[in-house]
């Protein structure tokens, strides 16, 4: 006995045009607050930095983008920030910084854009004696602002080094505690610092430069450097200030020294900011 089959009606298309999605963050906000900074962070992305010895070093940025929300507007538009990065390319390079913070304004009408940069910076060292070379990472920030027209660069550099302590020196017969030390310094200036340098004016302030291969004479060069410059905090962040002095073409710093204690169960810290 044959199937029988029966056609089922086709159901008709909607004829009707699609009406646009909803923009929820352009509808207007009744609270009557200005929003600072809204945006994104946490965001991945390649970077090209200078380098003094090879022009330009290969990085990866965590980066933060924001800007100011007038009062009226309920929110921003989140994936705008994305595609202004976008537009610059796979790699963004340090000299599109002003490019990029001109195009967060226009994109989203906004007054003011801020960009901020976290990337590791490596160098090539030479151990003090041997003279074998192992590549060192630092923690390297741009933050950038634009408010109008007028754009506000700081550098930051975050160094590690060896203190000992000069009251532990004074007080012991045998050697002294030493620790870990680590000297964030934000600097504003109207010519370029190059990273390296600014790292090998902090480097040259505490017991002991840090080092990623020693071999035994270098271990031992370093060891006895370190007991005959003992540093506080305060030693640290005076060294680098007084550095820092001598370079006209810095208008402000802020110098911040953290020693993390060998023999203490707290943290060492000084600061000192000037302009």
Known sequence: MAATTTSQPKPELNSNPVSPLRDKQSEPDHRNLRIDKVGVRGLRFPIQVRDKARVVQNTVATIGMYVDLPKEFKGTHMSRFIEVLNAHGGIVHVENIPDILRAMQSRLAAQTAH?????PFFLTKKAP??????????????EANATGTEI????????????????????????AHNQ?????????SSEIIWIEDLIALVESCGSSELYSLLKRPDEKAVTERAYENPVFVEDLVRNVALKLNEIPDISWYRVEAENHESIHNHNAYACIEKG
């Open 129 to 142: 004696v041997t003279g074998q070379e192992g590549v060192m990472d630092y923690t390297a920030r741009f």
């Open 152 to 175: 506000d660069f700081v550098l930051t550099v975050v160094v590690g080094l060896t203190t000992l302590c000069p009251c532990s020196k004074a007080i012991s017969r045998y050697s």
């Open 115 to 119: 960009l901020e940069m976290e990337f």
């Open 180 to 188: 870990r030390g680590y000297v964030t310094v934000a600097i504003r």
